[in-house]
Structure formats: structure tokens, C-alpha cells
């Protein structure tokens, strides 16, 4: 069965960098999307970039375009999440998650990453 | 992008009472490309249904999508004491958006 462990949660002060990793197995990574989604504390879900390993495709929402950066490495089949500088306002919970096509639904998810920002 | 408002809020309903719960979306969705999701305090959302009225690997069968325009429904015919929790409805076409979430409780 495919499984999406993500990386532990992450205290930072602002104007830090940060990098989450999303480990998978279970499924041809190289075939899928891999997604991230947040979620600020109390509030709803917000799409915010995709990845394809297989090419390195690589779609941003307009929203977290030049706010984060996502990234592949296909040989550790791992996804990342990172900020150069980040501020009080990311704080929230981070999902990856996974999508057959690049129109599809989220049909596993991993754990989420809990980032809080805070001086 | 596409917004979904889902409605109500806060739904109060009792185990073994029938749930409906409402997405309406600004504009057509493309192909039916509609899914809905549980997330329960803690944990990760999962998903129940995806193309509007399929059902995810593993969910009951109580759990049903339907589709009437730009308004869609999840319905729980009999609902059960694990479901109660807070459903968010996602169009998947090519900007992705979600809804803000119905939080169905135990009355």
C-alpha cells in the first residue's frame, strides 16, 4: 500500500529557511503527482504547488508562487517543501499528498508537518 | 480560480440520522472533477468520494456524491459514531481550490 511519512514538526524564528521532506513508498514514485497542501491552524485546506518526479514538472498556485519551493529527488523517491525566509503567517500544518493524473484527486495523504513560526 | 462554499457550517445531527452536505461552486466544473474529503481532529484528510459520485477504495457504501449543476452533495444515509467530523469538498481540475469545510456533529 502507498505511504507518505512526512519529516517531524519544526519551531523557527521568522526570516529562517526550512526544508519538510515527504517520504514515499509503496508506489511508483516517478508515475504520480505529489501535492502539497496547508492548512493554518482552525481553518480549511489551500492547494499549493505539484510535483512530478518522473519530469520534474513542476505547477505552483499563483498565491505561493516565489514563497516556496518544491523539489524531487527520485532516488530516494522523497518530496520537499522548503522557504528561504519564512514568516509568522506560515505557520500551519503541511500535507503532501499524492495524485494519479494531473487532474485527480488526493488519494493518500501523508501525516502532515506541523511548522510554527514565532520570534 | 474556481470557489466552492460549502454549507452548512455546523451540521448537529444524531448516529443513525441521514447527512446532506451541500458544495456549490462559482462555475462549472470541469468533468465532474469533483471529491470530498473527512479529516478528523489530528489527522489527515481522506479522501471518500472523487468524480463527483465514485466512492474511494475501502468507503462504505453510506457514502454517496451526487451532482445537480454547480451544486454538489455528499450524502450519509445512516451515519455511524466515526463519522462524525469535518468534510471538505476539492475541484480538481487545473487550479485546484477546496472548500472551507461543514463540521458535522453529534447532537
Known amino acids: 500500500e502507498a505511504q507518505l511519512v512526512q519529516s517531524g514538526p519544526q519551531m523557527k524564528k521568522p526570516g529562517e529557511s526550512l526544508k519538510i521532506s515527504c517520504q514515499t513508498s509503496?508506489?511508483?514514485?516517478?508515475?504520480?503527482?505529489i501535492a502539497w497542501v496547508r492548512q493554518k491552524p482552525g481553518e480549511g485546506l489551500e492547494w499549493m504547488a505539484m510535483i512530478y518526479p518522473g519530469d520534474s514538472d513542476i505547477r505552483y498556485r499563483s498565491s505561493f508562487e516565489g514563497q516556496v519551493t518544491i523539489a524531487a529527488d527520485k532516488s530516494i523517491n522523497s518530496a520537499y517543501l522548503q522557504w528561504s525566509s519564512l514568516k509568522a503567517s506560515d505557520t500551519a500544518m503541511y500535507f503532501c499528498?499524492?495524485?494519479?493524473?494531473?487532474?485527480?484527486?488526493?488519494?493518500?495523504w501523508g501525516q502532515g508537518t506541523l511548522v510554527t513560526v514565532s520570534s | 480560480d474556481i470557489v466552492l462554499t460549502q454549507s452548512p457550517g455546523t451540521l448537529s445531527l444524531s448516529p443513525g440520522e441521514r447527512a446532506s452536505l451541500s458544495c456549490r461552486a462559482s462555475q462549472t466544473v470541469t468533468s465532474n472533477y469533483l471529491a470530498w474529503y473527512q479529516q478528523k481532529p489530528g489527522q489527515a484528510p481522506r479522501l471518500l468520494i472523487y468524480?463527483?459520485?465514485i466512492r474511494a477504495a475501502g468507503i462504505p457504501d453510506r457514502f454517496s456524491g451526487s451532482r445537480s449543476g454547480t451544486d454538489f452533495t455528499l450524502t450519509i444515509s445512516r451515519l455511524e459514531p466515526e463519522d462524525f467530523a469535518v468534510y471538505f469538498c476539492?475541484?480538481?481540475?487545473?487550479?485546484?481550490?477546496f472548500g472551507q469545510g461543514t463540521k458535522l456533529e453529534i447532537k
Open positions: 499528498a499524492r495524485r494519479r493524473y494531473s487532474s485527480g484527486p488526493l488519494d493518500y
Open positions: 468524480n463527483t459520485s
Open positions: 509503496g508506489f511508483d514514485f516517478t508515475s504520480y503527482w
Open positions: 476539492q475541484q480538481y481540475g487545473t487550479s485546484p481550490t
